[in-house]
């Protein structure tokens, strides 16, 4: 009898789950009811944009509240000062604001969280790839006429990275990116090449850099006496998981690039399977085996992999480093400094095989179409964010350098970083009217340098004559925008937005499969292609209109 | 008229039972206090289960749902990586939990056995820290000592040892598909084996103590008092261990995404880190695939727990649930 009360529950349980199913869809899945409904509705209920809130006098809408949604590219954090970024955003503008910090590494994750939720932001910034996936899905309200009669158009000094933008939209702009995208260089340790007598400027091909790169493990570039126990190169993986992959290895990827891409002809292909990837992978297969890269490399995050080449300990650590340009290039400076190390670095020129550095595509800010079929409210939060953004002014400077008389001031002030240290000691003075940055809240020892955008990279300048004050940031920056090209465009399929995951699975195995194990390029290939080959030709089909 | 139910007490005495609702009436006061218990399961743990009505949708964070019927457990069943993310959840666990419960074991029985109170209590104290360490800094210790870079100290020792020459790249233990699963099995023993000799020792503690004098009087041996008195008092305690630690084989998750990588996924990955990587690694993901991949891995563990409910009804005499 207990037995079948027991099976006469489970299965009322099992039926429940499932009729629970069949009911009206707007009543059964609130939190992922159509999108455009879900975001009407939220942004009703939390009153971001409350209907009541209708001014007639400019024939638009007034906003009370805009919700923003950033990952950690805004480093006036929570506990970095956003209080009062937040609170001098909102007397500048004369709306309310709520920044949503979400983690950074996790971003990607948690806003697809907090759709799934029915937490619809008004504003919110997505990376390339991620926008790529998400502008086939209605969520993204079509910018372009308030883009192309934007005031800020008057102040564009990179009108290309939003041109290119409508491009991937089908001529329509879903995404407006304030900035370009940045890249990654190359930098070498100044001490690691004057120990070895290597000149930097004799660096100019993949066998130059290569012999390099064995110097620095077979001799005893740091000076501990020992050979053998530093390495050429340390990066976060061999290839990374998100647009443009190769950006931490370019010199071994050279002209590969492992992923889908659109040919000259128009034509999308998988450059993963090209010969081209095969050299690279070989490539790669020998620096690994000769220790040329540290072994680690397979393992590393980005943070584990900065931490050991600026290592107050030198040894396991390696000459070269590739990272992003401009304000890491003085970050990473200040790094060493701090860790008791030769802080000099080369930026090296691109070798002959990459040509150029790699500029990523832009990450963009969204906004959030509430799919009413009315762009008054839309319109209004474009003026009321995406315009101030571009100001030249007050809230252009906000969003660069963060808030007045705490990230930076023009007031007359004196103080010192590392006080309490004499050898480390710097003291900073400064007269009234003179634009300078503060230290950093969180570590009162480093200078604060930017806040969401790295002044040197935003489309539309600054009025204010706020420039940049980082020699090397600005330096880095130079560098980059004379030796960069920009990244193939991301890729907006259906299938490969669904697959993408797996694709990516498939791909590190074919590079463990040979970079680690020492396996035979072409069988390893071949079990790519067996493994996902349907779902590829399933992508290009779809991205080739077939 | 209602037939009432007799009832035949333990003592063989025939009472008639009374009728379910003047049952619960005269019992109010224990109901109501069960109350609040039953309404939080039910929100709480039964409320949710009604998400797995998703595993038969398309379920993305934008858009509607939309009803797929069962593509997504046919994508499943289609793919290698699920099925070796399967076979490795059964492999990895079913050995974790027979290593670790034979470590227990043998632990349990030698503090049994030591005489120097101290010298147990401190060896109990040492053996059971690793247990409160979480699995991310476990992960960041091994990985360390583990290094195959010039830093690695086990890389380190075994060049000292000659095991290695001066010259040559070091083992990178966590990369090896060889190596992983026995690295995998040794972590866990250490950091896991002390937690797990509790319950044996709280069964060692009860053991009749007349058991080993008698022994003793028979003449036995140290050896054979352990083989014919303790072990065989340890009996039930090790299938019970082993039965309500086998319903949960299915849910490992943790140490495992802390110690694997890509190189070592076709010894390493299991369900919960197939989905993880299914769900979080790309921006649109499809929660349907995930939830039926979910719903398959709790079948699998609540099929699992049935057969422990049935091993256990064989060997002892009674189940577990």
């Known amino acids: 009898m207990k037995k079948k009360l027991i099976c006469m529950l489970l299965t009322a349980a099992a039926a429940a789950s499932l009729t629970a199913c069949g009911g009206d869809g707007s009543n059964d899945s609130p939190s992922a009811s159509d999108s455009s409904n879900a975001a009407a509705e939220q942004t009703s209920s939390n009153g971001a944009a409350d209907a009541s809130a209708e001014d007639s006098s400019e024939g638009g809408y007034k906003l009370d509240k805009i919700v923003m949604v950033v990952d950690g590219t805004l480093t006036a954090s929570v506990d970095n000062g956003q209080a009062e970024l937040e609170k001098q955003w909102e007397e500048a503008v004369g709306v309310d604001l709520e920044i949503q910090q979400l983690d950074h590494s996790g971003y990607i994750d948690a806003v697809g969280r907090l759709f799934a939720s029915g937490d619809y932001p008004d504003v919110m910034i997505m990376p390339a790839d991620m926008f790529a996936q998400y502008l086939p899905t209605g969520l993204l309200w079509d910018m372009t006429e308030a883009y192309d009669n934007a005031d800020f158009q008057k102040r564009m000094l990179l009108p290309e990275i939003n041109e290119a933008l409508k491009v991937k939209g089908g001529g329509r702009l879903y995404g407006f990116a304030p900035t370009y995208g940045n890249g990654c260089v190359t930098y070498v340790k100044k001490a690691w090449l004057d120990a070895l007598d290597i000149n930097a400027d004799d660096i100019k091909t993949y ?51 492992p992923g889908i891409l659109q040919g000259e002809d128009g034509v999308w292909y998988d450059g993963f399977q090209t010969e081209e990837t095969r ?53 990473l400076t200040d790094s060493f400094v701090k860790n008791d190390v030769d802080a000099e670095l080369v930026q090296l020129p691109p070798i002959q095989e990459v040509g150029a550095y790699i500029n990523r595509e832009a990450p963009v800010w969204v906004i959030i179409d509430d799919g009413d079929g009315d762009n008054s409210r839309e319109q209004a939060i474009f003026d009321a964010f995406f315009e101030t953004m571009m100001d030249g002014d007050v809230v252009q400077t906000l969003w660069t350098y963060g808030a007045e008389d705490v990230h930076w001031s023009i ?18 003075s400064y007269e009234e009217g003179v634009f300078h940055l503060r230290p950093s809240i969180n570590d009162p020892n480093s200078m604060w340098t930017k806040n969401l955008f790295d002044p040197n990279l935003v489309v539309c300048e600054l009025t204010n004559g706020y420039g940049d004050p980082s020699e090397l940031m600005a330096a880095g920056n130079k560098f980059f ?44 290939m071949q ?17 080739n209109g077939q | 008229m209602r037939k009432r139910k007799d009832i035949i007490t333990s003592t063989g005495v025939t009472v008639h039972q009374k009728p379910l ?46 009803w797929v019927g069962l593509a997504h457990f046919t994508k499943m069943f289609s793919t290698t990586a699920f099925w070796v993310a399967f076979r490795n959840t059964l492999e990895l666990s079913i050995m974790r939990l027979l290593i670790s419960t034979f470590a227990s074991v043998v632990v349990s029985v030698f503090l049994n056995e030591m005489g120097n109170l101290m010298a147990k209590k401190v060896l109990q104290t040492i053996i059971y820290l690793p247990h409160f360490m979480s699995w991310a800094v476990v992960a960041s210790i091994f990985s360390l000592l583990l290094s195959p870079s010039s830093t690695g100290m086990v890389n380190g020792w075994l060049k000292d040892l000659g095991i290695l020459a001066r010259d040559q790249a070091g083992i990178y233990f966590l990369a090896d598909t060889k190596l992983w699963r026995p690295i995998f099995y040794i972590i866990n023993t250490w950091k896991e084996t002390g937690w797990g000799t509790i319950i044996f020792l709280a069964t060692l503690s009860g053991i009749n103590p007349e058991l080993y004098e ?61 989905i993880y990587r299914q769900t979080f690694a790309i921006a649109l993901p499809n929660y349907g695939y995930s939830t039926a991949t979910g719903l398959f891995r709790s079948l699998v563990g609540g099929a699992l727990v049935l057969i422990c409910n049935q091993i256990s009804k064989k060997t002892r005499g009674r189940g577990i649930i």
Not at chain 1, 231 to 254: D, K, R, T
Not at chain 2, 32 to 47: A, E, H, K, Q, T
């Open chain 2, 21 to 66: 609702k003047l049952r619960i009436w005269n019992n109010r006061g224990y109901y109501l206090m069960f109350l609040p218990v039953f309404i939080f399961v039910i929100i709480m743990n039964y409320w949710p289960m009604l998400g797995v009505r998703y595993a038969f949708y398309d379920y993305k964070p934008v858009g509607e749902p939309s």
């Open chain 1, 279 to 331: 050299a690279a992978l070989l490539r790669l297969q020998q620096a690994y085996a000769e220790g040329a890269i540290d072994p680690e490399t397979l393992t590393a995050s980005t943070k584990i992999a900065r931490e050991k080449w600026f290592s107050n300990d030198q040894t396991g650590s390696s000459g070269v480093f590739t990272y992003w340009a401009g304000r890491w290039y003085q970050t």
């Open chain 1, 481 to 524: 925008a004379e030796n960069s090209k920009d990244a193939p465009m991301s890729p907006v399929s259906e299938t490969y937005t669904n697959e993408s995951g797996t694709l990516y699975d498939a791909k590190l195995a074919v590079i463990t499969e040979v970079v680690i194990k020492g396996g035979d390029v072409d069988a390893a």
């Open chain 1, 207 to 257: 066998d130059d850099y290569y012999n390099m790169l064995l110097r620095f493990h077979n001799e005893d570039p740091d000076g501990n006496g020992v050979n053998g126990d530093t390495y050429g190169v340390v990066a976060a993986g061999f290839v990374g998981n998100e647009a443009p992959y190769i950006n931490y290895l370019p010199e071994f990827w050279q002209d590969a690039y």
């Open chain 2, 214 to 274: 008698a022994a003793d009087i028979d003449g036995a041996s140290r050896m054979q008092k352990i083989r014919y008195v303790t072990l065989p008092a340890l009996n039930n305690t090790i299938i019970t261990v082993l039965i309500l630690n086998l319903a949960k084989v299915m849910n490992m998750f943790e140490p495992i995404f802390v110690l694997y990588n890509n190189a070592v996924y076709s010894v390493s990955d299991v369900i919960a880190t197939y």
């Open chain 1, 411 to 428: 007031h007359a002030e004196e103080f010192s970083t590392n006080a309490d240290d004499p050898d480390k000691r710097k003291d900073y």
């Open chain 1, 527 to 543: 079990t790519y292609v067996s493994t996902v080959g349907g779902t590829i030709d399933q992508c290009l089909s779809e991205l």
